[in-house]
């Protein structure tokens, strides 16, 4: 069954510290890999997208890493700022028919 | 112009009500999408217009009526809704469908009374 599981469930940091969000997938065939900021009652916003052929990529603070092989990605969000605080999902497109296949998020309170 | 417009931001309805919901791209994208999602879930896939034909239904009941009157524009129409319909409707707009990044807006928070 084509699943992405996502961890922890929800993160409490202190402002300007660094974390790390999980995402594990068994989508297969997989065409890439998508980060994406939702904040409250808006939609999400593109932080990254990855092929199975990138290992990283980068956004400002925000660094995603992928691993192929074992299906699993990260989030690395860096010198977190209060405007962080939102739901961060990972989305993986199924190759066939292109569906996205959403994770259930990662909810980040970044607090003063 | 990156961006997809959806009116109205806020909507209550009542279960007796007709009303309809609009989405807007000037990104000469071709797919257009149909998003529900409830608080704390991630959104889930109602409908896809690939080049203003319907191409996807995720079996929605038919209280919710799509409709893609040209390639820049999705609307959805809504009519004896119920009370667990009440969500953040998110429309979407990609290049072509398929594997194409897709552009969110920013949503239409319903509540049905």
Redo the contacts between chains.
């Keep these: 069954k084509n699943q992405v599981e996502q961890s922890p469930q929800s993160l409490i940091i202190l402002e300007g510290k660094n974390c790390t969000l999980q995402c594990n997938y068994t989508v297969s065939p997989f065409?890439?890999l998508?980060w994406?900021k939702q904040d409250t009652?808006?939609?999400?916003?593109?932080l990254t997208?990855m092929t199975f052929s990138e290992n990283t990529k980068s956004n400002g603070r925000y660094t995603a890493t992928l691993d192929a092989d074992t299906k699993q990605s990260s989030l690395h969000i860096t010198a977190s700022q209060l405007s962080d605080s939102a739901?961060y999902?990972c989305v993986v497109?199924y190759?066939q028919?292109?569906?996205?296949i959403?994770?259930?998020?990662t909810?980040l309170s970044v607090k003063p | 112009d990156t961006e997809v417009t959806q009116t109205p931001k806020h909507l209550v309805m009542g279960m007796t009500n007709k009303k309809s919901l609009k989405c807007e791209q000037h990104m000469g994208h071709r797919a257009m999408y149909w998003y529900k999602q409830k608080a704390k879930k991630p959104p889930e896939l109602m409908f896809v217009y690939s080049y203003e034909k319907l191409s996807i239904n995720e079996s929605v009941p038919s209280r919710f009526s799509p409709e893609c009157p040209n390639s820049s524009l999705l609307n959805l129409h809504l009519h004896a809704l119920q009370p667990e319909d009440s969500a953040l409707y998110l429309c979407a707009s990609s290049q072509y469908s398929g594997t194409y990044e897709q552009y969110f807006g920013p949503g239409t928070r319903l509540t049905v009374t």
């Design positions: 065409s890439n998508r994406y009652g808006r939609g999400p916003v593109s997208i739901s999902i497109t190759n028919g292109g569906k996205l959403f994770g259930q998020g909810e």
